[in-house]
């Protein structure tokens, strides 16, 4: 499983290592989303083939984004670590936040998957060019206030921040709170106070501050950080009563610090109508999307019911409320059961009651995790197969079980091929997969007999179906 660490101001460097060469041009990708929207993004890293992996919990919801190579990162490799990661907690695969550039990947991965792409999150992104000269006739309302703006404060200059200007930027906040124009929102004023702690940052070699002053006094600033090609603004604030300072600020943070970048990334407006306005007034070069994905497996998709399967000799169906007591005794026969790879009882994490086992595999298939066949001879239940662990991308395992009293008559074979049949062929899977401890020889010959042995490693030995 991925180790995750929460995201902290100590690990910039560590993500800055991979966020600093990253192309995909949003916002979530940098540290300063990172930290800023800590409390809202609950963020957690980790690396895995040589990508970062960010997990985030948005509202209750467990959430990745997209993987970010290093250099000679398998993206690949990383997505099956995600994939491998919500398999063994048992949550759903949602990747958020993908750019387009990795869209169609994701789509060719995933054989069912929902997309959407929501208006309200797109970053606005513009050429860097346009923002630096604002040239032409489409930006001569920008130039119109930056030519109000100079004639009125003609000494005012830009410069950039460093740590060394802690107090200006105390006194800016002062200034900029007196005549803040959404004291009474209690949104704005959340962000003003992120906007606070990040620029408690300035002085960190991945952030680029500067600011307009009124002689020495500190009228606009704004804080960005370069991710690729792309310079991500994360904060803009200017004090009202300085008419035009916002262009002006906009133009010459672009030229201070838009060296080597093709775009600016002035982030989304969280629907904010007047951030909208503004944020189209200045002629962005496209509304980048950001798509979530979230893929479903074959259960969903096909398996409304659990179905009757019918082979020579035996009957594969739901477990019903009379099937209690011999799944039970099934379920606990632990001499039986070292071979099965995983431990109910533990699993449960509580104490043992009539119908706990039973409820699990209900559950399982309510939230189309597993699908739980009782194996009938003559009506009785004298085993178990189970189609679990869908991987999203065509592939579940399959496990088999035999009570005791019934075994070496082939039972275990005819309804492990029964289920594999039907998970290939009607749900519609191109990979079955088992695997068998090393020392279970009746197993061994089972799969052998079914699948195609793939692998080995010093517990088990792996098997594969394939259409």
């Known amino acids: 499983m991925l180790q995750f660490k929460p995201v902290t101001r100590q690990d910039g460097n560590k993500l800055r290592k991979y966020y600093e060469t990253?192309?995909?041009?949003?916002?979530?990708?940098?540290?300063?989303?990172?930290?800023?929207?800590?409390?809202?993004?609950?963020?957690?890293?980790?690396?895995?083939?040589?990508?970062?992996?960010?997990?985030?919990?948005?509202?209750?919801?467990?959430?990745?984004?997209?993987?970010?190579?290093?250099?000679?990162?398998?993206?690949?490799?990383?997505?099956?670590?995600?994939?491998?990661?919500?398999?063994?907690?048992?949550?759903?695969?949602v990747i958020s936040v993908v750019p387009e550039s990795k869209a169609a990947r994701l789509l060719a991965r995933y054989p069912y998957v929902s997309v959407s792409d929501v208006r309200t999150w797109r970053d606005y992104v513009y050429y860097r060019e346009d923002l630096q000269f604002f040239a032409g006739r489409r930006?001569?309302?920008?130039?119109?206030?930056?030519?109000?703006?100079?004639?009125?404060?003609?000494?005012?200059?830009?410069?950039?921040?460093?740590?060394?200007?802690?107090?200006?930027?105390?006194?800016?906040?002062?200034?900029?709170?007196?005549?803040f124009p959404k004291g009474n929102n209690a949104k704005a004023r959340d962000e003003l106070e992120l906007a606070k702690k990040m620029l408690t940052l300035v002085g960190k070699p991945y952030f680029c501050a500067g600011g307009m002053f009124d002689g020495e006094k500190l009228i606009a600033l704004s804080l960005a950080e370069k991710c690729g090609d792309t310079l991500i603004i994360h904060i803009e604030k200017a004090l009202y009563s300085y008419t035009g300072v916002y262009p002006t600020?906009?133009?010459?943070?672009?030229?201070?610090?838009?060296?080597?970048?093709?775009?600016?990334?002035?982030?989304?407006?969280?629907?904010?109508?007047?951030?909208?306005?503004?944020?189209?007034?200045?002629?962005?070069?496209?509304?980048?999307?950001?798509?979530?994905?979230?893929?479903?497996?074959?259960?969903?998709?096909h398996v409304p019911v659990i179905p009757e399967l019918k082979t020579e000799r035996l009957t594969l169906s739901a477990l019903t409320e009379a099937d209690i007591p011999a799944y039970n005794a099934l379920v606990l026969d632990g001499d039986r059961n070292r071979w099965w790879g995983y431990d109910d009882v533990g699993g449960l994490g509580g104490p043992v009651e009539e119908r706990s086992f039973f409820e699990v595999a209900r559950r399982d298939f309510e939230n189309r995790q597993a699908v739980n066949f009782a194996v009938r001879l003559d009506g009785k239940l004298i085993g178990e197969a189970v189609l679990y662990r869908f991987d999203c991308r065509g592939g579940a395992e399959l496990g088999c079980r035999i009570d005791a009293a019934y075994a070496g008559h082939g039972y275990g074979t005819e309804a492990f091929a029964a289920v594999a049949d039907w998970g290939l062929y009607r749900v519609h899977l191109s990979k079955v997969v088992a695997k068998c401890f090393k020392e279970n020889q009746a197993s061994y010959k089972m799969l052998s007999s079914c699948m195609r042995k793939k692998g080995e490693d010093e517990t088990f030995f792996y098997f594969e179906k394939l259409v």
């Not at 940098?30 to 609950?42: E, F, I, R, Y």
């Not at 890293?45 to 509202?59: F, K, T, Y």
């Not at 969280?270 to 950001?290: C, I, W």
């Open 22 to 93: 990253c192309n995909y041009g949003l916002c979530e990708y940098s540290v300063g989303t990172k930290l800023m929207w800590k409390k809202n993004l609950h963020p957690a890293w980790a690396e895995a083939a040589g990508c970062l992996v960010v997990r985030n919990c948005i509202d209750g919801q467990v959430v990745f984004d997209y993987p970010v190579p290093g250099p000679g990162g398998d993206e690949d490799a990383a997505l099956e670590a995600i994939e491998a990661d919500c398999l063994e907690q048992g949550i759903p695969l």
């Open 139 to 179: 930006y001569s309302g920008q130039r119109n206030h930056i030519n109000k703006f100079r004639s009125k404060w003609p000494d005012a200059e830009f410069r950039p921040l460093t740590a060394e200007d802690k107090d200006v930027i105390e006194q800016f906040w002062l200034d900029y709170e007196a005549e």
């Open 249 to 301: 600020l906009v133009q010459a943070f672009a030229d201070a610090f838009g060296d080597g970048c093709q775009w600016i990334n002035r982030e989304d407006d969280a629907a904010d109508r007047g951030l909208r306005t503004s944020k189209l007034q200045y002629g962005p070069a496209k509304l980048a999307p950001k798509y979530r994905f979230e893929p479903q497996n074959e259960l969903l998709r």
